[in-house]
Every structure is written in structure tokens, then in C-alpha cells.
């Protein structure tokens, strides 16, 4: 999943593609990609103008949250400052929710 604020989205020309990374990105670690790939998803995303990247780990229901000022992990309980959005915020359980089968 991928974001890039309206602004950003209405000034690229209809013939043309956007430039440098989305400022919010979201990966979702598979059994089908490494924690290698995720790395260098994330230090491509964040060399080219990526504001905010998360690395979404559901077997362990944790995210990792990488930023200019560095990555941070959070787990049960925690709740993700959201950069991109100030003021707002995402709780990591809401994240995963009830995943009781």
C-alpha cells in the first residue's frame, strides 16, 4: 500500500508518472519475501523521498516504522505516531485485530 498527498497527486501531469517514492509506504512480510527484500524496499522507498515506511510483520504482529529520525518497532499495546498525519495516531492492535479463529 502505498499514499502521496492530493497536492503532490494533482501535480503530475497526466501523461506522466509520479516522481521519487509515495510518501507512506506499507509492506506486509510473506512467506514469499525476505527480511533482505523488505530492507532494500525500504532503503529504496526512503532515498527517493519516502516519508514514513512500515514493515508489517503479521506472524508476530509487529511493525516496524522507519522515519528520518531512524526505525522503531511496536507490538501489542503500542500505538504508531502516524508522521505523514500529524496529530494522529493508529493503535497496533487495531491494526491486526481480533485475529481469534
Given at each position: 500500500?502505498?499514499?502521496?498527498?492530493?497536492?503532490?497527486?494533482?501535480?503530475?501531469?497526466?501523461?506522466?508518472?509520479?516522481?521519487?517514492?509515495?510518501?507512506?509506504?506499507?509492506?506486509?512480510?510473506?512467506?514469499?519475501?525476505?527480511?533482505?527484500?523488505?530492507?532494500?524496499?525500504?532503503?529504496?522507498?526512503?532515498?527517493?523521498?519516502?516519508?514514513?515506511?512500515?514493515?508489517?510483520?503479521?506472524?508476530?504482529?509487529?511493525?516496524?516504522?522507519?522515519?528520518?529520525?531512524?526505525?522503531?518497532?511496536?507490538?501489542?499495546?503500542?500505538?504508531?505516531?502516524?508522521?505523514?498525519?500529524?496529530g494522529r495516531s493508529?493503535?497496533?492492535?487495531?491494526?491486526?485485530?481480533?485475529?481469534?479463529?
Amino acid at each position: 500500500m502505498a499514499w502521496v498527498p492530493a497536492s503532490r497527486w494533482a501535480a503530475v501531469a497526466s501523461e506522466d508518472c509520479l516522481q521519487g517514492a509515495p510518501d507512506f509506504v506499507v509492506e506486509v512480510a510473506s512467506p514469499s519475501n525476505s527480511a533482505e527484500e523488505l530492507a532494500e524496499k525500504r532503503r529504496i522507498c526512503m532515498r527517493n523521498g519516502c516519508r514514513e515506511f512500515w514493515a508489517v510483520y503479521p506472524r508476530i504482529e509487529v511493525i516496524d516504522v522507519t522515519t528520518a529520525a531512524g526505525t522503531s518497532s511496536y507490538g501489542a499495546g503500542d500505538t504508531i505516531p502516524l508522521s505523514v498525519f500529524p496529530g494522529r495516531s493508529i493503535a497496533v492492535d487495531a491494526v491486526f485485530g481480533d485475529r481469534a479463529c
